[in-house]
């Protein structure tokens, strides 16, 4: 076990948050002067959107939702456990994949349309594995059917020197629609007493395999580690991501208030707080944390704080609700999406601050700069 001198943490893993958060803001302000150049269409962006996971547009009876995500490093996971006589994994890497696209996307209350892909690979022999890249596509396919979006195409660049050569680096892009106009969600209706409800993770999802890998090269036994459940650490790492889209139609379907919604990834809790107003969001209640999660703060060193400030650890998904609305939520997303979700918290009155009470961590507003 990796004690606390040497202690492994996103920084260490050259994933620092610190670094990376202030190129985002660069970037918003630089895109905020092109806005302009929706006037001759008669169309113009939502400004209140830039700084959200999705970029929004009002082009008249409608608004359009974009957004690109990319996949990070988990594919390396899936490269790395495969043998001879087993299949490649990437039909699981590809929902991740779509997962990470789309998750951002309905967060403004977009129903998903197109989902393109951008599959970049160091050597052009890398496609020449036919089960891998057979597995790609179907699997790119088989994550949109559950997003209810079409597969509209994509691009497979060959970036020699730039890319390993034998590994693919996976991205995409999507369009949503937010018809009516009603279901907008950029955070401007949230309120205090507003509840929070969160969607269990299927475990790591996407975010913080740098990390991950990282232990599985110090442990004599890697991937194939021994979890608490039996499973091994590959097997848990490559558990593949849910994609939330229906989860989310069926909610509004059903008429449910939806006040705002957090794709919990990068910067893991923290995201909660995530809109613009300054409130103070208490949890109460959290969910199970998978074996993957006491494993990786075993051997990393971190400290609970670390871990949900970077991690899910169990949360996938959360949604802001009234308090009146709390109990239907509960019941559509059990009866038409299959999905367990937990009444966690409750918005107070700021501060900005996220307030985990059962594990006795919190985050200032400072510990999150996205905007």
């Keep these: 076990m990796t004690n606390e001198n040497r202690s492994i943490t996103y920084a260490s893993t050259g994933v620092n948050y610190d670094a990376m958060d202030p190129i985002k803001r660069f970037a918003q302000m630089a895109a905020r002067t092109t806005s302009g150049n929706l006037r001759d269409l008669g169309f113009q962006e939502l400004e209140a959107s830039r700084g959200e996971s999705a970029h929004v547009i009002d082009v008249g009876p409608f608004y359009l939702a ?3 995500e990319g996949l990070g490093t988990k594919n390396l996971v899936a490269d790395a456990v495969r043998s001879d006589k087993e299949p490649s994994f990437y039909n699981k890497i590809a929902q991740d994949t779509v997962a990470m696209i789309v998750n951002d996307l309905v967060v403004v209350g977009a129903r998903p349309m197109v989902v393109s892909a951008y599959w970049t690979a160091g050597s052009g022999d890398w496609f020449e594995d036919e089960t891998r890249s057979r597995e790609l596509a179907e699997g790119w396919a088989n994550a949109c059917n559950k997003a209810e979006a079409i597969y509209g195409g994509g691009e497979t660049p060959t970036l020699k ?3 390993n050569p034998g590994t693919v680096d996976l991205a995409g892009s999507a369009v949503g629609i937010i018809q009516p106009k009603s279901r907008l969600t950029l955070g401007d209706r949230i309120a205090e007493g507003d509840r929070i409800i969160l969607a269990p993770s299927s475990g790591i999802h996407a975010n913080g395999l740098t990390l991950a890998r990282r232990i599985a090269l ?3 036994d890697g991937y194939n580690t021994r979890l608490s459940d039996g499973r091994t650490y590959g097997e848990t790492l490559l ?3 849910p994609i939330y889209a229906k989860l989310v139609r069926e909610l509004f379907d059903a008429g449910v208030d939806i006040h705002y919604m957090v794709n919990v990834t990068g910067h893991g809790w923290r995201k909660l707080m995530r809109a613009t107003k300054d409130y103070k969001y208490v949890i109460d209640a959290i969910p199970q944390v998978q074996p993957e999660f006491d ?14 400030g970077n991690f899910n650890m169990g949360a996938g998904f959360a949604f802001f609700v009234p308090e009146h609305a709390m109990e239907r939520t509960l019941a559509i997303a059990k009866t038409r999406a299959c999905i367990n979700l937990l009444n966690a918290g409750v918005i107070e009155p700021g501060p900005k601050e996220v307030v985990i009470n059962p594990v006795g961590v919190s985050f200032k507003g400072e510990s999150l700069s996205v905007r």
Excluded: W
Aim: glycine letters at 8%.
């Design 66 to 68: 974009t957004v690109m």
């Design 218 to 220: 110090e442990i004599a």
């Design 239 to 241: 558990q593949p991501t």
């Design 295 to 308: 494993f990786i703060k075993g051997h990393s060193g971190n400290t609970l704080e670390e871990m949900y």
């Design 161 to 163: 020197d730039i890319i």
